[in-house]
């Protein structure tokens, strides 16, 4: 089973010739662009989370503030 799953070592290999023949760049500049792009794709997993967690909070905000109109029609507050 072991020898189906490949290494990290082994994947990072890859990536960085894929850099270079994708992109005519040197081992060195692709190994550099590799670890950016791996540094911007955990960026962008930080900030999907991000939005997700402010959606859910909007998402509560909007409940609330619904009750909250519903309790005051329900009392009157809101005739005049």
């Known amino acids: ?5 490949p290494s ?7 990536g960085i ?3 270079t023949d994708k992109e005519r760049v040197d081992l060195r500049t692709a ?3 590799l670890a950016q792009d791996l540094r911007s794709y955990q960026e962008l997993g930080a ?5 997700q ?6 998402a509560i905000l909007n409940m609330v503030n619904e009750q909250q109109k ?8 809101g005739r005049r």
């Open 70 to 77: 519903q309790a005051i029609t329900e009392n009157g507050y």
């Open 1 to 5: 089973m072991e020898e189906l799953i």
């Open 17 to 19: 010739r894929e850099k």
């Open 31 to 33: 190994a550099w662009k």
């Open 47 to 51: 900030l999907e989370k991000a939005i």
């Open 53 to 58: 967690q402010a959606t859910h909070q909007l």
């Open 8 to 14: 990290a070592k082994q994947l990072k290999d890859i």
